[in-house]
Each structure stands twice: as structure tokens, then as C-alpha cells.
């Protein structure tokens, strides 16, 4: 097989091949290697090659059990998916040396899934540190450039395997989800992404939850199919999960994928929650796929829930705080080196000191307000259509501080003076401006992760300039069965799987 052959099949035709003799795992591995070799230098994808386990499934593979992925290529995100003996990185150079003291000695159930389904895992991707960012710009493995344009960001934090699905290495790779992780990097990179109900897919055995259940697990695709198939073989509770999803659908996801849905009632918003910018080719994003939606027989109609974005957005940034102290004081405390994390990673856990138990209770109690409210709006309707971007995928270093900023930081952060200085209230300005800011280019996404609803992002929309930029649908919670029914409709009458990045087809990318 030609690896132009091998673009032309998603993993779900793939593993088809396998299955009738005509290409081997060995063969599928081989070929997902040598593009990994040629895009490597440009994308920063991986982080990490895994050949013995890749070795040890394909010999597994061969003498047992079809699973339904046998022989495909496949990709984790270096984080919370660990692989006994093998450090976890988060991005981060100061956790990977602490992982390689203290290695995990199991795999976490949602590997131990994608195995059992026979895919081949050959590497880890990269992501900002400890996952952070809507852009994969880890200081400890490099910027992770997106397939389409080499100047431009792949998103984050899943971005180094959006990457690589983009760029044609694999057909599909895993990521995870806690502000918009796998969304984000799938507008930017012209893929199929769809972020599960909390609870739906186990963190365990090492984590009971991430980030108090807005974070899950998932992949990144070319094909719905393929999306639908990976949530069947992820889904599903593991003993002391502290989450358990909605009951699953009557029949398998993928087979539910093939039915058409019924006629729904779709809103739809451009307006940023947090009262920011957006892009005209977002709103043109969204039009266009309110247009198809109705030519598909929908009923729709532009309308948002009754939430305070803002509110929501400070709910977000004061939970993310606390979870990076607590990060950093358990890897410290391990034995980690404070000087090895990143300025902004010390940065944000400094703000999380100035946060009392009180505040950052508050803060989680009022998630089940949104929750509420959501709700109440998805009693009339059944999707709520956004941009997943408010902007077309940023350059490289956009809203990156200057040397100077980091230097008086980081005097600020040693001297402890910024933590007595958010204890007496006067960050609260400063904080509230940070967390618009950063939140500007991606405001759309962390409803559904502190509300745990479904949501996905297709790619549906090119800019210009020829960078892809996708809309996001949110559905009720535990529905992903109807998401993906509408994902597949709207696949049908839009395709967008023949449509590849320069980099996959091997004629480079622009800078653009």
C-alpha cells in the first residue's frame, strides 16, 4: 500500500483491510512511521515513540481475537492515558522527570480499551504544559504547527494529535477534553472531534475524575464513523468511578451513527459569551452551517441559554487555578523542581493561592446553575450551534509575554508578593482582564465541560486564507448517540474527508 492509498481510508476501512489479508498491521505501522518521520521537523507532533508496546500489540493482534480496530496506527496525547513504565509528560519537562521516578505500573482503562480493540499505540503527542492552552506551545518539546499552515497554531491542548491526524500519520488519535481540548484542535485542523458526556468514558485507575469532571476522553478523526466506533470500545464505568454517564443507547454509537435523525430544533449564536470579538469568518462559520442545517429539513433559529458567560468563564479560570496548585504541590512535594515549570504554569499557581476554600466552593456550587439553566434552554431545543473559534487558528506566539513581563513575574510570584496581593482582592481586576483575554479566542467550548453535556466540532468552514476553522454543536446530556446522527447527516452533505492538508498530501503547507 502507498501512503496516498492509506489517506484514502478512515481507520474504520482500514482495519477492513486488515481483516481480509490484504495489508498487515505491520505494513499500516510502517507506513504511519515513515509520514511521521517526514513531518515531524515541521508539525512537533510527538513527543514520545512507544515501539515495544507497538511490537508487543502487533504480535498480540496476530495470534488472538479480531478486535474491531486490529492493525491500525494509533496515537495517545502524552497525558492522564498512562502506559506502564513509560513517563507521562503533561508537557511538562519537570513532570516527565518525575514520571521517569515514579513510572505508572498500570495502563489506564481507556488505553487498555483502545488495545483490546486491537489499534497499534506507536507514540505520545505533544500539549501545552500540564494542557492549559487552546495552542500546543510546550517550552519543554516545541510548538506544535498546524498541517494546514506551518505558522499558524494547532490549538491545544490535544494539539500534537490533531496534528498528526492532520497531517496524515494516523487516522485518528487521542486526546482529552477539559476547556475545549479536543474541540479547539480539531476546528483548527480541519477534523471531526466530539468531547463525551462526564462520565461516559473512566479516568481510572489513576484519576477518579479530572479537573472535578470537566475533563474527558476521547479522540480526534477524519470520519464520524470512526469517532463513533472509538467512543463504543471507550465508553463504559470502571469500579470507584466517582461519574457514571446516562445509560448508553440502544445499539452501539456507530450503528446509531447510521440513522438519520430526526427533524430538530437547532439554535444558534455567534455572539461570545464574554462579550469579546468575533471573527467574521466564525459568524460566516455558523451562518453557513445554519443554512445547511435548514436545508436539511431543521428547524432553526439564532438563540442562546439564559448564562452569565462571564460568570461561567470565572468558574472556569478559579477551578483551573486551584487545579494547577494542587498539581504543582503534589509534584513538588514528589520531588519535582519548582524551576523546571514553566513561568506561566508558576504564574497560575500562584493565583490559585489567592483563592480561599471558600471562593473556589463557591465557584464549583455554581456549576450546577449552568447546568440548570442549559437545561431549561434544551427543553425547546434540541443542538446549540457556536463557533468553536471566535478566530481563525492564531500564529505562532500570539499573546505570548515578553521577556520582560515573565522577569517582573516572576520577582512578583518569588517574593510572594501576588499571592498577598490576591488575598486582600486587589487581583480581582487584574484576574477578571486575564481570564478575557485568554478566553477571547475560544469562548465557546467550557460550557459543556463544567455543564457535562456532549458537544462536537465539525469542519465545516476554510477561511480565506485556507485554514480551516470548524462549529461547534452541544447536545443534552448523554445524547451523543443524536450528535453524532447529526454529524453524519451533515457529513454526507458536506465531506470534508478528501480534504487534505498540504502537509498530509506531501506538497508542504504555506505559511500563512
Not at 445499539?251 to 464574554?274: D, E, K, Y
Not at 499571592?419 to 481586576?429: A, E, I, T, V
Request: proline residues 8%; aromatic residues 6%.
Amino acid at each position: 500500500m502507498r501512503h496516498d492509498e492509506y489517506l484514502r481510508h478512515d481507520a474504520t476501512a482500514l482495519a477492513a483491510l486488515v481483516r481480509r489479508g490484504e495489508v498487515s498491521g505491520a505494513e499500516l505501522l510502517a507506513l504511519a512511521r515513515a509520514q511521521m518521520a517526514r513531518v515531524q521537523p515541521a508539525t512537533r507532533a510527538l513527543v514520545r515513540e512507544l515501539p515495544a508496546l507497538a511490537e508487543q500489540q502487533l504480535a498480540r493482534i496476530g495470534g488472538g481475537p479480531a478486535g474491531p480496530l486490529n492493525g491500525v496506527p494509533f496515537l495517545v496525547k502524552d497525558s492522564v492515558l498512562d502506559v506502564p513504565g513509560v513517563p507521562t509528560s503533561y508537557g511538562s519537562r519537570a513532570l516527565e522527570h518525575l514520571s521517569e521516578r515514579f513510572p505508572a505500573t498500570e495502563p489506564a482503562a481507556a488505553l487498555r480499551r483502545l488495545l483490546g480493540a486491537g489499534l497499534v499505540v506507536f507514540g505520545k503527542t505533544n500539549l501545552p504544559e500540564l494542557g492549559l492552552k487552546g495552542v500546543s506551545d510546550s517550552r519543554a518539546f516545541g510548538r506544535v504547527a498546524n498541517p494546514w499552515g506551518l505558522s499558524c497554531t494547532a490549538g491545544g491542548s490535544s494539539g500534537g494529535s490533531a496534528a498528526a491526524v492532520a497531517a496524515g500519520v494516523v487516522p485518528m488519535a487521542g486526546g482529552n477534553d477539559g476547556g475545549g481540548s479536543l474541540r479547539i484542535p480539531a476546528a483548527c485542523c480541519g477534523l471531526f472531534a466530539l468531547k463525551p458526556s462526564r462520565g461516559r468514558v473512566s479516568n481510572g485507575p489513576g484519576f477518579g475524575e479530572v479537573w472535578f469532571g470537566a475533563c474527558s476522553e476521547g479522540v480526534l478523526s477524519r470520519s464520524v464513523r470512526d469517532s463513533a466506533l472509538a467512543l463504543d470500545i471507550l465508553a463504559g464505568p470502571e469500579p470507584g468511578d466517582p461519574f457514571v454517564a446516562p445509560a448508553p443507547p440502544p445499539a452501539p454509537f456507530v450503528q446509531m451513527a447510521g440513522r438519520p435523525p430526526p427533524r430538530l430544533r437547532i439554535a444558534f449564536s455567534a455572539t461570545s459569551p464574554i462579550g469579546t470579538a468575533v471573527h467574521p469568518e466564525a459568524r460566516a462559520a455558523v451562518e453557513a452551517a445554519a443554512t445547511l442545517l435548514q436545508r436539511l429539513g431543521h428547524e432553526v433559529e439564532e438563540a442562546a441559554p439564559a448564562i452569565d458567560g462571564r460568570a461561567l468563564a470565572r468558574s472556569f479560570t478559579q477551578i483551573y487555578f486551584g487545579q494547577v496548585l494542587a498539581t504543582l504541590r503534589q509534584a513538588v512535594a514528589l520531588g519535582a523542581r519548582r524551576e523546571e515549570f514553566e513561568p506561566l504554569t508558576l504564574l497560575t499557581a500562584e493565583l490559585g493561592r489567592s483563592v480561599d476554600a471558600g471562593a473556589l466552593t463557591a465557584e464549583l456550587l455554581a456549576w450546577n446553575g449552568y447546568a440548570r439553566a442549559l437545561a431549561v434552554f434544551q427543553q425547546r431545543y434540541d443542538v446549540l450551534l457556536t463557533p468553536t473559534l471566535a478566530a481563525p487558528p492564531l500564529p505562532h506566539g500570539a499573546g505570548d509575554s515578553t521577556p520582560l513581563a515573565e522577569a517582573v513575574l516572576g520577582l512578583l510570584v518569588k517574593s510572594g508578593l501576588l499571592r498577598w496581593l490576591g488575598r486582600l482582592g486587589l487581583l480581582d481586576g487584574t484576574i477578571e482582564n486575564l481570564t478575557r483575554t485568554n478566553m477571547a479566542p475560544v469562548p465557546f467550548t467550557q460550557l459543556a465541560n463544567l455543564t457535562g453535556v456532549p458537544a462536537m466540532s465539525l469542519p465545516l468552514h476554510w477561511t480565506a486564507d485556507g485554514l480551516p476553522l470548524g462549529v461547534q454543536c452541544v447536545g443534552r446530556m448523554g445524547d451523543e448517540a443524536l450528535l453524532l446522527q447529526l454529524a453524519a447527516q451533515i457529513e454526507q452533505a458536506a465531506p470534508w474527508f478528501d480534504r487534505l492538508s498540504p502537509l498530509a498530501r506531501g506538497t508542504g503547507a504555506t505559511a500563512a
